[in-house]
């Protein structure tokens, strides 16, 4: 195990210099990111909108990290956290109650 660490940081410590110019390189999203949600953030119910956003996102399994952070980017922290945890629980929610639905249908065809 410790010879692998050891390669594994020499490699890093060799490699360090090359991974910083690629992402100095890359292009911002930044402006990317303000385009697409400045609608929301300039909209008296985008908080709402983004939620609803959220949860059909998150009930359909898919990772919600990058929804989180333009939530946090675009709305702050304290409405950012409200629309996470809730639209994280109604996502999974709304994802066992539709899966259970068609289980129960499934069940009454087989009957």
Same mark, same amino acid.
């Given at each position: ?12 410590? %060799?490699?360090? +210099? ?10 911002? $999203?930044? +402006? $990317? ?6 609608? $929301? ?5 985008? +908080? ?17 990290? +990058?929804?989180? /952070?333009?939530?946090?980017? /675009?709305?702050?922290? @304290?409405?950012?956290? %409200? ?6 629980? /109604? ?8 899966? @259970? ?7 009454? @065809?087989?009957?």
């Amino acid at each position: 195990k410790a010879a692998s660490f050891v390669a594994f940081a020499a490699g890093l410590v %060799v490699a360090w +210099p090359h991974i910083l110019d690629f992402y100095q390189r890359m292009p911002s $999203l930044k +402006p $990317l990111i303000n385009d697409m949600i400045s609608p $929301l953030k300039e909209h008296p119910l985008g +908080p709402l909108i983004f939620f609803f956003g959220f949860v059909v996102y998150s009930s359909l399994g898919l990772s919600t990290t +990058p929804v989180e /952070t333009i939530s946090g980017y /675009t709305f702050g922290l @304290r409405t950012s956290s %409200v629309i996470n945890t809730l639209g994280k629980a /109604t996502g999974a929610a709304a994802a066992f109650l539709f899966f @259970r639905a068609v289980r129960v249908a499934k069940d009454a @065809r087989q009957q």
